[in-house]
């Protein structure tokens, strides 16, 4: 009987043992699909997936390559470049992937600028910028179009395209790679849907396809020059605000890995860059249909603690008692009304809409919040930052 008792007792610890085992290995597969690790030097990316993080460097040295990268303010393997193009400069972008991302070595080797050598050198004023992640897709060179090249004006973009995996990479379904995350293709596709315009608009952007030379570059790569429509979302101004709009939700979503008084300093950063580009956006038609976003889900935002508290004169032109403000409300009013808008303006066309929201809520609603934030966190940062 005491044997059979010891049987039944090594059979039930196999089997836990056996499901136990088989459990963390499903537990290992779905984290490594749904949530894949990134390298360090990547972060998450609503929109193009992943994104390299801002003015951070990388070490590589495993042997085989030795190199250090420096990523600028805009997350890219490139020099600092002014946002305003400077007079008589004819500006060139290059977008696409890891051919353009260049970290395997030294930045002056990069072929980006080596053309920009090349070409001074044969007494031409030009500048090429670089807008490159690795293991990007059409899709994310789209996006990085958008969202990164076009509020330096360009005058010509060159599209890196590798036609071994450019495509694949736009999505799971052809790349079937666990170790990446995709650009968000529904919004795209839900805008074509809704407006034969769009579809249309977009086509419009696509010019020529051509092959450089033969020995210009690698074989397989290929170039695709982009215009630039002349419209209101392609504003230095409008692309000024959407680059600040998306640092203060960064800011926002991220800011419980910060230390208290660095919170402080950064969010009177972001929200004074906000504000003042804001203000610089310009006043549009407001569009016949708008279907409003959903208000976002509320970030895990830590709170600002002790100086959160402030006092505020509602109407700085009226006599009255002041009223009892707080920095965190104050903070995520702003985040709500400007996340709204980045929704409005992840559908490629038309962008007015965005703009029309963000600058109608800056003049009735976000702005005042903002404003009331700087002048409580000028003195927060003065005496607890």
């Not at 490139?78 to 290059?94: L, M, S």
């Not at 059409?138 to 450019?166: G, R």
Request: proline share 5%; glycine share 6%; aromatic share 12%.
């Amino acid at each position: 009987m005491a044997l059979s008792n010891r049987k039944k007792i090594f059979f039930t610890t196999f089997v836990v043992g056996v499901f136990g085992v088989m459990l963390l290995i499903g537990a290992e597969l779905w984290l490594a699909v749904f949530h894949p690790q990134l390298p360090a030097f990547l972060r998450p990316d609503q929109i193009l997936g992943t994104m390299h993080f801002s003015n951070y460097t990388v070490r590589q040295d495993d042997g085989c390559i030795e190199a250090v990268t420096r990523f600028n303010n805009d997350g890219m393997n490139d020099v600092e470049h002014t946002v305003e193009k400077p007079a008589g400069t004819y500006r060139i972008a290059v977008i696409g992937d890891s051919y353009v991302e260049a970290m395997q070595f030294p930045l002056d080797q990069a072929y980006f600028r080596v053309l920009e050598r090349r070409l001074k050198a044969q007494g031409k004023n030009v500048e090429v910028l670089a807008f490159g992640v690795g293991g990007f897709g059409t899709l994310q060179a789209y996006h990085l179009l958008n969202e990164y090249a076009l509020k330096y004006q360009p005058d010509l973009v060159i599209l890196s395209f590798f036609t071994y995996n450019d495509v694949r990479n736009n999505s799971f379904e052809l790349d079937r790679s666990l170790d990446m995350k995709y650009a968000r293709l529904d919004r795209l596709c839900d805008a074509v849907r809704r407006s034969e315009r769009s579809l249309a608009l977009a086509c419009n952007e696509l010019i020529e396809l051509v092959r450089l030379p033969s020995g210009a570059l690698q074989d397989d790569v290929g170039v695709v020059l982009l215009s630039r429509r002349d419209e209101v979302g392609n504003r230095p101004e409008v692309l000024r605000f959407v680059q600040a709009a998306r640092r203060l939700c960064e800011f926002v979503e991220h800011g419980r890995d910060l230390d208290s008084s660095t919170r402080l300093q950064r969010a009177r950063s972001v929200l004074l860059e906000l504000y003042a580009a804001g203000a610089e956006l310009p006043f549009v038609d407001a569009p016949e249909e708008l279907e409003w976003p959903a208000r976002p889900g509320r970030p895990l935002w830590p709170g600002f603690g002790a100086p959160a508290q402030y006092w505020e004169v509602f109407d700085p032109y009226e006599l009255a008692e002041p009223v009892g403000g707080h920095l965190d409300d104050d903070l995520l009013d702003v985040y709500f009304d400007v996340k709204r808008g980045l929704t409005l303006w992840e559908d490629p066309m038309p962008k007015v809409a965005a703009v029309w929201a963000w600058r109608f809520q800056f003049d009735s609603h976000w702005g005042d919040h903002a404003i009331d934030a700087l002048r409580a966190l000028h003195r927060a940062c003065r005496d607890h930052g």
